[in-house]
């Protein structure tokens, strides 16, 4: 079993909805959380990072964790079809500087 | 623009050679980490240095190495290239040597034929 378990997708949803994309994880001793998008050939760009339980929001962008589940989500309003790219789950533990990454959802947002 | 750089964007080269990849990271930061991208694995973390150390080490092959020099810059070497080594490399940057908000660069996309 993989410690962070991502669904491939691809999810495709109208410009306009509320995306959510969401991860699962194993390892109970995650307390770092982030999101991270990339745009096809390019490197990784960090969206949210958060610690522990709880939302965090910044602009269009919700990302939640419930550790209780281990489950992490990010919620996407409003979406554009600037938002079509892959996002990546990521997760860290409070003393391994090492992250482990979800293997991406491809998000396409129709015009 | 995250700050972190690296060199080459793409390299081609044949079986059985070697290749270095440079990586600049953001001003300030002290750790570069090193990851590797292809189709089937992901994103895997290969390697982290901090303030000219090794302090993680995930996946990586004996094949390759790195290291970060006293300027702190890092190179990734990789010998006795394979076919299944084909890939993007990533290099990330953070302030820390713990579980810091890591930048990613652009990435170097190296083809083995």
Not at chain 1, 57 to 86: C, M, N, W
Request: hydrophobic share 30%; charged share 20%; with cysteine.
């Amino acid at each position: 079993q993989k410690e962070v378990e991502q669904d491939p997708g691809p999810l495709s949803v109208p410009e306009g909805a509320i995306v959510s994309l969401n991860c699962t994880y194993s390892n109970s001793a995650f307390q770092y959380f982030m999101w991270y998008r990339q745009y096809s050939r390019k490197g990784p760009e960090l969206l949210m990072y958060t610690y522990s339980s709880g939302n965090k929001e910044d602009g269009r962008f919700t990302a939640q964790v419930d550790k209780s589940s281990k489950y992490i989500s990010l919620f996407i309003r409003d979406s554009q079809p600037s938002d079509s790219a892959t996002y990546l789950c990521a997760m860290t533990t409070s003393s391994a500087s090492k992250i482990i990454f979800g293997s991406g959802t491809r998000l396409s947002i129709r015009p | 623009d995250s700050g972190v750089t690296q060199t080459p964007k793409h390299l081609i080269t044949a079986t059985g050679q070697r290749v270095t990849l440079r990586c600049s990271p953001r001003s300030g930061d002290l750790s570069v980490y090193w990851y590797q991208q292809s189709l089937d694995q992901g994103l895997q973390f290969l390697i982290q240095y901090y303030n000219g150390e090794e302090r993680a080490k995930g996946n990586i092959l004996e094949r390759f190495s790195a290291q970060q020099f006293p300027d702190l810059h890092s190179e990734l070497n990789l010998s006795s290239l394979e076919l299944g080594d084909s890939a993007l490399y990533f290099c990330a940057s953070s302030g820390g040597g713990g579980p810091d908000e890591q930048f990613f660069g652009p990435g170097t996309r190296l083809t083995v034929l």
